[in-house]
């Protein structure tokens, strides 16, 4: 390895911090491909790689960042980007039209009506627009960004058929709400046997907790599947708060180096101040649909309460 490859790509004096306190890392030994730092994506593209964000949400959907402003950051930083809006796949298209030069990934992050988010990334756009059109635009729920009416058996038994990635988004998020699959399996929701239909575990969502992105760390490593990791960004300043790192000089090629496990991760989390700041911003973006999002959300607690009595009589 050269010079360049063998520099700390978390070079401020915080991530310097958490190395020592025992977070995952190369030379812990716990997780050989992921480190919590924040990427320096120059050493990064000087080793070698190719440092992307697998995990982007755009204005299409609840992000505040235009496709015209991501390209343009994407291309300064010399970054590559999955547009990953929710249950939507217009900013995902028009980015990959615009820029076929760019390390652009089609993607889009579905969200279940039984609780999880699941990443899905196509190596053609193509099979991305085909896979909407088939089985996800005309299954969203009145709050369209929020849920839809397909289980997450359904949305993986979907994707069979394609060439594509499917990776659980933050496995243990978020908070009160069930947006992940290993906070599912955990509680006796959903049956681990979804597991197999994935080919990656999100192991780094900038948007979760420490803790959290520990958990789905270890899961990955349990279940023996690669890692990937991105900023779930909402704002253009979250681009490459995470990223996933593969020697690859096409999209398709990427996703292959990933699938073989041959990937890195590097990010950290956003600190909770900015969270609940974004919080605040993108809630304004569900305003036409204020109603129908608290429906879903209070059906999804009504459900939670309805576990904790049956669990509690049984």
Known sequence: MTTDENRDPGNSPGSRRRKKSGGVGFRDGIHPGVTFARPDIEVLRNGGYTPVDMHFHTSHTDGMVTIRALLARVRDRGIGCAVTDHNEISGAVLACGEREDLPLIPGIEISAADGPHILLYFYHIGDLEDYFLRYIRDRRCESPWLMTRLTTQEILDAADGYACLRAPAHPYGYLIFNGGLGKCVDKGYLDQELYRQCEAIEGICANMTHAENLRA???????????????????????????????????????????????????????LLSKLLTGAVISTRFAPWFYPSLKIHCAGAGRRVHRYLSKRRH
Request: hydrophobic residues 35%; glycine residues 12%; charged residues 30%.
């Open 217 to 271: 760390v270890a899961l990955a490593l349990r279940l023996q599947l690669p890692v990937s990791g991105g900023s779930d960004g909402h704002v253009l300043s979250d681009l490459g708060t995470a990223v996933t790192c593969t020697r690859a000089d096409s999209p398709e090629e990427f996703l292959d180096e990933l699938r073989k496990g041959r990937g890195r991760v590097i990010g950290r989390e956003k600190p």
